[in-house]
């Protein structure tokens, strides 16, 4: 405990104080002012991207990339909430964004839960043991962990990088907080620069050593790197915008490799070894870009309305998308014809949830957990 003019202050919250202080000295706009349509356009490129990896593993298996999309994503918006928190008038407080976390994202996914339990009953093959082996990982956020050491997760495998992010949102908040409270603003930048050296190292290293691709894979540690990628670039809008404003314009190339890479047929190892690090870095540039906005019509093709619509729904089409195509492949073999089949119903439960789940608990939500910053974060990883 640290006494200062009479009064007890805990470690904690002199460390709060400081970040106060720094997120207040911050010169930029504060992102979150304002719903930027075009990075829900990037959602529906990314979901887009995820769904049809799924649908056709053979044809576009790094399609996926998609999710590393989502990743740098939500951690340039959580970052960007959580330092905006730390200069408004109440503060950051933990308990309260882990409540916001908790009550955006698990009510959506409940329902999934019981939908791929109760399919699991109906399925052919082992699908429906590993299914219910899986949920009580998935509830707890567990399940890439579960998967990392080698087991199958059945209707549940996406659930993995629901874990991550999870997992993520608990500790990056006080590392930030402690980052600020002792090194100040630039502090906080060369602690997530020097975490995404470490988690980049870190997979390459096993990688090298003869590590599984489960592990590497669903890894916490090896995957963490893309989201601090994200992380970096929320404080680089906020120390460094003429750097940002430079960078962003590398957006439409970085757009283009991302395409290139989710459709190349590149194995596993090179993107452990380098092709992670080159999509996060791409999905930066991408995000600065269409953050500082444009007027080319690529940019405005990320504002289309359907397009916007897609990416507003594209949490809850994540969650379903997958165990509606291993449900819908069981009936239908054909590729195109499983393809048609899931989004239509994909769709539909995508927008049911929205409507019916996710929306009323955001209403419900902001009179029962007192909000500092209103919170434009959609989802971990469908933000």
Same mark, same amino acid.
């Given at each position: 405990?640290?006494?200062?003019?009479?009064?007890?202050?805990?470690?904690?919250?002199?460390?709060?104080?400081?970040?106060?202080?720094?997120?207040?000295?911050?010169?930029?706009?504060?992102?979150?002012?304002?719903?930027?349509?075009?990075?829900?356009?990037?959602?529906?490129?990314?979901?887009t991207a995820v769904f049809v990896a799924h649908d056709?593993?053979?044809?576009?298996?790094?399609?996926?990339?998609?999710?590393?999309?989502?990743?740098?994503?939500?951690?340039?918006?959580?970052?960007?909430?959580?330092?905006?928190?730390?200069?408004?008038?109440?503060?950051?407080?933990?308990?309260?964004?882990?409540?916001?976390?908790?009550?955006?994202?698990?009510?959506?996914?409940?329902?999934?839960?019981?939908?791929?339990?109760?399919?699991?009953?109906?399925?052919?093959?082992?699908?429906?043991?590993?299914?219910?082996?899986?949920?009580?990982?998935?509830?707890?956020?567990?399940?890439?962990?579960?998967?990392?050491?080698?087991?199958?997760?059945?209707?549940?495998?996406?659930?993995?990088?629901?874990?991550?992010?999870?997992?993520?949102? /608990?500790?990056?908040?006080?590392?930030?907080?402690?980052?600020?409270?002792?090194?100040?603003?630039?502090?906080?930048?060369?602690?997530?620069?020097?975490?995404?050296?470490?988690?980049?190292?870190?997979?390459?290293?096993?990688?090298?050593?003869?590590?599984?691709?489960?592990?590497?894979?669903?890894?916490?540690?090896?995957?963490?790197?893309?989201?601090?990628?994200?992380?970096?670039?929320?404080?680089?809008?906020?120390?460094?915008?003429?750097?940002?404003?430079?960078?962003?314009?590398?957006?439409?190339?970085?757009?283009?490799?991302?395409?290139?890479?989710?459709?190349?047929?590149?194995?596993?190892?090179?993107?452990?070894?380098?092709?992670d690090t080159v999509v996060a870095v791409c999905a930066?540039? /991408?995000?600065?870009?269409?953050v500082l906005g444009g007027a080319s019509r690529l940019?405005?093709?990320?504002?289309?309305?359907?397009?916007?619509?897609?990416?507003?729904?594209?949490?809850?089409?994540?969650?379903?998308?997958?165990?509606?195509? /291993?449900?819908?492949?069981?009936?239908?073999?054909?590729?195109?014809?499983?393809?048609?089949?899931?989004?239509?119903?994909?769709?539909?439960?995508?927008?049911?949830?929205?409507?019916?789940?996710?929306?009323?608990?955001?209403?419900?939500?902001?009179?029962?957990?007192?909000?500092?910053?209103?919170?434009?974060?959609?989802?971990?990883?469908?933000?």
């Amino acid at each position: 405990m640290l006494t200062m003019s009479g009064v007890t202050t805990t470690p904690l919250a002199l460390c709060q104080q400081k970040c106060k202080h720094a997120a207040q000295s911050m010169g930029s706009p504060d992102l979150l002012s304002r719903r930027i349509t075009a990075l829900d356009g990037l959602r529906a490129l990314a979901i887009t991207a995820v769904f049809v990896a799924h649908d056709d593993e053979k044809t576009f298996a790094n399609g996926g990339l998609g999710v590393e999309v989502f990743f740098v994503l939500s951690g340039f918006l959580i970052t960007s909430l959580v330092v905006a928190e730390y200069g408004s008038v109440t503060g950051f407080k933990y308990r309260r964004f882990l409540a916001r976390r908790f009550l955006r994202l698990m009510p959506a996914l409940i329902p999934v839960l019981a939908f791929a339990v109760f399919a699991s009953f109906v399925l052919s093959g082992s699908i429906d043991a590993q299914t219910r082996s899986a949920a009580p990982f998935a509830l707890v956020y567990l399940s890439n962990w579960y998967r990392a050491f080698g087991h199958e997760a059945g209707l549940l495998a996406h659930t993995w990088s629901l874990s991550i992010e999870e997992q993520f949102y /608990l500790v990056w908040p006080l590392i930030l907080g402690l980052a600020y409270g002792f090194k100040g603003e630039r502090g906080v930048l060369w602690t997530a620069v020097t975490l995404v050296a470490v988690s980049t190292t870190w997979r390459i290293a096993l990688t090298a050593s003869g590590a599984s691709f489960d592990r590497v894979y669903n890894g916490t540690d090896t995957q963490a790197d893309q989201l601090l990628v994200g992380c970096s670039l929320a404080l680089l809008f906020r120390q460094s915008p003429r750097f940002v404003r430079g960078f962003s314009r590398l957006g439409p190339v970085g757009l283009v490799v991302i395409v290139g890479l989710m459709v190349s047929q590149l194995d596993d190892d090179f993107f452990f070894y380098v092709g992670d690090t080159v999509v996060a870095v791409c999905a930066a540039a /991408l995000i600065s870009w269409l953050v500082l906005g444009g007027a080319s019509r690529l940019h405005a093709a990320f504002e289309l309305a359907p397009v916007v619509g897609l990416g507003r729904i594209s949490y809850g089409f994540y969650l379903w998308h997958y165990p509606i195509i /291993l449900v819908v492949r069981d009936r239908i073999s054909n590729v195109i014809g499983c393809g048609f089949a899931a989004a239509i119903l994909s769709l539909g439960a995508s927008v049911a949830s929205f409507r019916f789940v996710e929306r009323p608990i955001l209403r419900w939500r902001k009179r029962v957990v007192s909000v500092a910053v209103e919170d434009q974060v959609a989802a971990p990883v469908l933000e």
